[in-house]
Every structure is written in C-alpha cells, then in structure tokens.
C-alpha cells in the first residue's frame, strides 16, 4: 500500500511539474504573437504542420494529428515516470515545455485555422518559425536526452 501512495503522489507531482511548463510556454507564447500581430510585423500563417508540410490537408485533420501526438507524448511521458522510476523533475519539466509548444501551436490553429509563425530569419524569408516550434525541439531534446 505504501508503495501505491509512493507511486500516486510521484504521479501528481509529476502532472503538476508538467502543468506549469504547458501553461508558461502557451502564455509567453500567445503574448509574443499578440504583439507581432498588433505591431503588423511580418507573419507567415502555417497551415501546414512543420515547414508547411500537409498544407493542404483539411484543417481539422492538422488539429486531431496535432492533438492525438500531444496525447502519445503525455501518455509516453507517464509512462515513463510510472514504470521506469526515472528522476521526474527534469523529464517533467522537459515534457512540459515541448507540450506547451503543441498546445500554443494548436490554440493558433484554432483561432486562425493555422499556426502564426512571426520570427523570420534575414535572409531566409521562407524559414518562418515561433517560440512555440523553438520550445517544441528544446523540450524534446532534452526530454529524449
């Protein structure tokens, strides 16, 4: 029994150090391209996924894929604290800051029917990106790391 009670407040200590993550990159997130938008900065909307990629897709195809990967990762990432009893503060955190990206991105998707990308390098105008991609591949890395 004590063992299970371990083991449930591992889980909920887990959830909540991914929780706060989530919620800090999707706030930070959102108010970077709020202020690109109202300061009519450059913006390239991605209707695509990653580099425009299934542009053509139906949209609520991109959103169901992009929600059904945020699932996989969470459920992978319980699983992995649960059943391998690895250190959960950095896997959670990690796990946290790349499904915080998911979730910003999604939110893009719903409420402009694609991703806001804002951040476009000098020289490259066709490689536009967003905090949230860059959150996306920090947390993965070093959640895989």
Known sequence: MNRD???SLNLKSFLLAVLA?????????????QQALTEASSIYYNAGIMFGAFNGAPPIARIVSVLVLFGFVLVAGIFLQVFFARKHKPTAFFLG???GGIVSNAIDRLNYGAVVDHIILPGLPNLAWNNADFCQWIGLVFFLG
């Open 5 to 7: 009670r371990h083991n």
């Open 21 to 33: 993550p989530i919620l800090s990159v999707v706030a930070f997130d959102q108010a970077l391209k």
């Open 97 to 99: 800051i790349y499904l």
